[in-house]
């Protein structure tokens, strides 16, 4: 019996240690979804673009308005830049898997056109941009107050923009408490942005439930 009311008075101040700390989840989960992955690429060599044209008349290329061709994927559905200087960059993916496997799509495909293409290209994801629902309402003039490193500007825009440090984003937070995060360059990063941002307008009562 001494043992039992030991552990549950144990339990009770490691529980409350973590509520202090804010790394308890959130009381209500928040629905995330990643709407555009960006990653660059570099060949280190240059691309005669007018013979990837020939090869693929379906790209777009009107180098008298815009200097990089347009590669344009169905599966993964998205669209690749790629300049004469061997420089690309993909667009619309929608995970760091599938915008690094369609920057190799694109590269297998101006090789099976006759583009010799050396070496390995240098890959790099430069920007996550993410939706998410946290479910309940917010305060945003509170929040704005509160949160730091804020701008809201309610007259000109609804949204609130914070700039979190750690994990290094920028969350676009509207008061009906959706949001867009972007700036993250990894996928778990805008994870952990959105669960600890939640989680401290919850322990600042900045969101409220229905």
Known sequence: MVRLESFIRNSA???LILCKKGELMSKVKA?????????SATLNQRIDLKAVVKSYPGVEYRPEQFP???????????ATLIFNSGKMVCTGAKSEREARGAVMKVIDELKRSGIVIVGKPELKIQNIVASANLGGMIDLEQAA????KTMYE????????YRMDDPKVVILLFASGKLVCTGAKKEEDVYAAVEKLHRRLEREELIYYA
């Open 13 to 15: 101040s490691y529980l």
């Open 68 to 78: 990089g061709l347009v590669f344009r994927l169905k599966k993964p559905k998205t």
């Open 31 to 39: 629905q995330i979804r990643i709407e555009n992955v960006v990653a």
């Open 154 to 161: 309610p007259e000109q825009f609804p949204g609130l923009i």
């Open 145 to 148: 107050f509160t949160l730091g």
